[in-house]
């Protein structure tokens, strides 16, 4: 599947929108990172995705993963190409330099990422739970627990996997069984069974790394309860080798609807040997440092749908001849004139277009966020980070298959036929809205938790900043009209939410919508204010302006419907949603 790498928009992003160099300058860690070597990273990166990533999209989908008695066999070339994503040390790019990691920003790695997600989701996985994990142990490891696991993790000589989820345990983690018995050496013993684990047996590493939470018997009931596990397939000798194969693995393969190139397995563990990663009972909170991380980049897998969809609708239109222009034969010579001729593809083409660029700046924008808070020690920077994490997830993602769905219904029929990507893009980006907490549960953690609890305090404030920024006049009143509605929404959420607790989780999903809009609206206008004087730049404008014009004007609709009271959606009794 051909897939050209975005680098010329994000070089315009950090450096004309966001002026990323600028902070760069004031961080000590990044002081040699000048705009031509992240130029120079984007550049490789986009080789990697586009030559050697790409290639192996189509081959991940059509042959799957294998399972054979317990053993799993990724499609043909994933190990290759695994190895050079490896090699070129982007598992750790922005890792911790003092275990081989480089010590890049996350500004830099979330479009470096979105390169990678786009190019092979399947594949990525695999990469992508690494440095998941890497992050996990970073934070919450011991020092001989980093210096064992961290520098094979970066390397990608080992990788990383989450194991959370079990058969009756998904969102609510709390009611989770598998168990974890103290040992008389210090470790624990497992037992338990996870089911979907991205990554949990595969060929592509020497050993897997599975982030495991379990309950230690006697420990408080519900999510209090929880505790974090490092459970190895093979468990390292004091010197790093591969020592005795663990008691655990793989039980079958899921068979999925996408992401076939990714092996999802069920994982029993059999009395396996584990090893406490950080304080007994707070197993979720060091999870969740690895779930935000994940977070993030599940919106970013949202975002390479939508951009690997609009660049091959975008192609095919260009050469799909159907039908005349309203106005009288464009092309005379031939049969008929591009479908580019016509209203209804470019609308589809252009909110394709409108949402992947925006999203890849709100991204970028929440990725300077974590800089900032984590090399700044910028407290307000790491709450911006914290309320917009569920939004770029589900977001990105709810407009990931929206886009691979417009891109398909571009391609008429041939949409809905294999050789052409669209259909397997539909197919891949769909996980991203369930996986990863569903983004219903997103919507929930900004309205329920991070709206509620300060009062939408911080939200409040951003919209401000927002409005303040020096934009172009042309869409300055847009931008402050877009910034007050959801200022109207948010306090009269906070204030009916205050008397109705269903309410917040009635409106959560529409009112996320409503941010990711606003975070969009406000990005293009930024765009569209620095955009140059050359083809590049007449894009954006055009892009912004049918933002502005067509897409934006669905907040109107959005406000409205939150204006509802939650009784529209809890008036019904439950015994009625059964069919009649
Ligand atoms: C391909 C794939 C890969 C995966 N990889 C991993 C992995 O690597 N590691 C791992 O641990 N897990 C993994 N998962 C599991 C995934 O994260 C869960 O499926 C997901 O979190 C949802 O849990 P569930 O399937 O049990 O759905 P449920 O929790 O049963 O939810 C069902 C529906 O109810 C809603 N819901 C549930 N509770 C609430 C609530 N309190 N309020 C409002 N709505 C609610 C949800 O939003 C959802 O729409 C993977 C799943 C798949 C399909």
Same mark, same amino acid.
């Given at each position: 599947?051909?897939?050209?790498?975005?680098?010329?928009?994000?070089?315009?992003?950090?450096?004309?929108?966001?002026?990323?160099?600028?902070?760069?300058?004031?961080?000590?860690?990044?002081?040699?990172?000048?705009?031509?070597?992240?130029?120079?990273?984007?550049?490789?990166?986009?080789?990697?995705?586009?030559?050697?990533?790409?290639?192996?999209?189509?081959?991940?989908?059509?042959?799957?993963?294998?399972?054979?008695?317990?053993?799993?066999?990724?499609?043909?070339?994933?190990?290759?190409?695994?190895?050079?994503?490896?090699?070129?040390?982007?598992?750790?790019?922005?890792?911790?330099?003092?275990?081989?990691?480089?010590?890049?920003?996350?500004?830099?790695?979330?479009?470096?990422?979105?390169?990678?997600?786009?190019?092979?989701?399947?594949?990525?996985?695999?990469?992508?739970?690494?440095?998941?994990?890497?992050?996990?142990?970073? !934070?919450?490891?011991?020092?001989?627990?980093?210096?064992?696991?961290?520098?094979?993790?970066?390397?990608?000589?080992?990788?990383? !996997?989450?194991?959370?989820?079990?058969?009756?345990?998904?969102?609510?983690?709390?009611?989770?069984?598998?168990?974890?018995?103290?040992?008389?050496?210090?470790?624990?013993?497992?037992?338990?069974?996870?089911?979907?684990?991205?990554?949990?047996?595969?060929?592509?590493?020497?050993?897997?790394?599975?982030?495991?939470?379990?309950?230690?018997?006697?420990?408080?009931?519900?999510?209090?309860?929880?505790?974090?596990?490092?459970?190895?397939?093979?468990?390292?000798?004091?010197?790093?080798?591969?020592?005795?194969?663990?008691?655990?693995?793989?039980?079958?393969?899921?068979?999925?609807?996408?992401?076939?190139?990714?092996?999802?397995?069920?994982?029993?563990?059999?009395?396996?040997?584990?090893?406490?990663?950080?304080?007994?009972?707070?197993?979720?909170?060091?999870?969740?440092?690895?779930?935000?991380?994940?977070?993030?980049?599940?919106?970013? $897998?949202?975002?390479?749908?939508?951009?690997?969809?609009?660049?091959?609708?975008a192609r095919y239109a260009r050469d799909r001849i159907q039908g005349r222009?309203?106005?009288?034969?464009q092309n005379p010579d031939a049969a008929a004139d591009s479908i580019l001729?016509?209203?209804?593809?470019?609308?589809?083409?252009?909110?394709?277009? !409108?949402? @992947?660029?925006?999203?890849?700046?709100?991204?970028?924008?929440?990725?300077?966020?974590?800089?900032?808070?984590?090399?700044?020690?910028?407290?307000?920077?790491?709450?911006?980070?914290?309320?917009?994490?569920?939004?770029?997830?589900?977001?990105?993602?709810?407009?990931?298959?929206?886009?691979?769905?417009?891109?398909?219904?571009?391609?008429?029929?041939?949409?809905?036929?294999?050789?052409?990507?669209?259909?397997?893009?539909?197919?891949?980006?769909?996980?991203? $809205?369930?996986?990863?907490?569903?983004?219903?549960?997103?919507?929930?953690?900004?309205?329920?938790?991070?709206?509620?609890?300060?009062?939408?305090?911080?939200?409040?404030?951003?919209?401000?900043?927002?409005?303040?920024?020096?934009?172009?006049?042309?869409?300055?009143?847009?931008?402050?009209?877009?910034?007050?509605?959801?200022?109207?929404?948010?306090?009269?959420?906070?204030?009916?939410?205050?008397?109705?607790?269903?309410?917040?989780?009635?409106?959560?999903?529409?009112?996320?919508?409503?941010?990711?809009?606003?975070?969009?609206?406000?990005?293009?206008?930024?765009? @569209?204010?620095?955009?140059?004087?050359?083809?590049?730049?007449?894009?954006?404008?055009?892009?912004?302006?049918?933002?502005?014009?067509?897409?934006?004007?669905?907040?109107?609709?959005?406000?409205?419907?939150?204006?509802?009271?939650?009784?529209?959606?809890?008036?019904?009794?439950?015994?009625?949603?059964?069919?009649?």
């Amino acid at each position: 599947m051909d897939y050209q790498a975005q680098d010329k928009d994000a070089a315009f992003l950090l450096f004309d929108v966001f002026h990323a160099d600028e902070s760069w300058a004031q961080i000590e860690e990044f002081s040699d990172l000048t705009p031509d070597l992240a130029r120079a990273v984007l550049a490789e990166s986009g080789r990697v995705a586009s030559q050697v990533l790409a290639p192996l999209n189509e081959i991940g989908d059509t042959h799957g993963c294998e399972w054979n008695d317990g053993e799993v066999t990724t499609p043909p070339g994933f190990k290759e190409g695994f190895s050079e994503l490896t090699q070129g040390g982007w598992l750790g790019l922005s890792g911790n330099p003092a275990f081989g990691g480089q010590g890049m920003p996350k500004s830099l790695g979330c479009l470096v990422e979105e390169m990678f997600w786009a190019a092979n989701s399947s594949l990525y996985l695999y990469g992508t739970l690494t440095v998941g994990a890497c992050l996990c142990l970073d !934070a919450h490891g011991s020092a001989e627990q980093k210096k064992t696991y961290l520098e094979k993790l970066y390397s990608g000589e080992w990788t990383g !996997a989450m194991a959370l989820t079990e058969a009756h345990s998904g969102t609510d983690l709390g009611i989770m069984r598998t168990k974890a018995e103290p040992q008389a050496d210090g470790s624990y013993s497992i037992t338990g069974t996870k089911i979907f684990i991205t990554g949990g047996e595969h060929d592509l590493a020497d050993n897997i790394v599975h982030l495991t939470l379990a309950r230690i018997p006697d420990g408080p009931a519900g999510s209090k309860g929880i505790s974090l596990f490092i459970v190895p397939k093979y468990l390292p000798n004091a010197d790093g080798s591969l020592g005795e194969r663990n008691t655990m693995g793989s039980g079958s393969l899921e068979h999925k609807m996408g992401i076939r190139g990714s092996a999802t397995s069920v994982i029993n563990y059999d009395g396996a040997k584990g090893f406490l990663l950080g304080e007994e009972h707070q197993g979720l909170a060091g999870m969740f440092t690895m779930m935000n991380y994940e977070r993030l980049s599940v919106g970013l $897998q949202g975002l390479g749908s939508a951009d690997l969809a609009y660049q091959l609708s975008a192609r095919y239109a260009r050469d799909r001849i159907q039908g005349r222009s309203v106005t009288g034969p464009q092309n005379p010579d031939a049969a008929a004139d591009s479908i580019l001729v016509h209203p209804d593809v470019r609308r589809m083409l252009l909110t394709q277009r !409108a949402y @992947a660029e925006g999203c890849r700046a709100f991204a970028l924008y929440v990725g300077m966020q974590l800089d900032e808070a984590k090399y700044n020690n910028n407290e307000r920077a790491g709450r911006i980070s914290e309320l917009l994490t569920p939004v770029v997830k589900a977001f990105l993602t709810d407009k990931g298959l929206d886009g691979a769905v417009m891109g398909q219904q571009v391609l008429g029929g041939h949409g809905f036929i294999k050789e052409w990507g669209l259909e397997q893009i539909v197919r891949d980006a769909r996980i991203g $809205q369930i996986y990863e907490g569903a983004n219903g549960i997103q919507a929930l953690d900004l309205v329920g938790r991070k709206i509620m609890r300060d009062g939408g305090g911080l939200m409040l404030e951003l919209l401000e900043d927002m409005k303040a920024t020096d934009v172009d006049e042309a869409y300055k009143g847009e931008l402050i009209e877009a910034c007050d509605r959801l200022a109207r929404s948010t306090q009269s959420i906070v204030a009916r939410g205050k008397n109705d607790p269903h309410l917040p989780g009635a409106v959560s999903v529409d009112y996320l919508d409503m941010v990711g809009m606003t975070m969009c609206a406000w990005v293009w206008a930024l765009m @569209a204010s620095r955009a140059p004087d050359d083809d590049f730049g007449v894009a954006k404008k055009a892009t912004a302006r049918y933002f502005f014009d067509r897409l934006l004007p669905k907040t109107l609709g959005l406000e409205r419907s939150i204006e509802a009271e939650a009784d529209a959606v809890m008036e019904m009794p439950q015994a009625l949603f059964s069919p009649a």
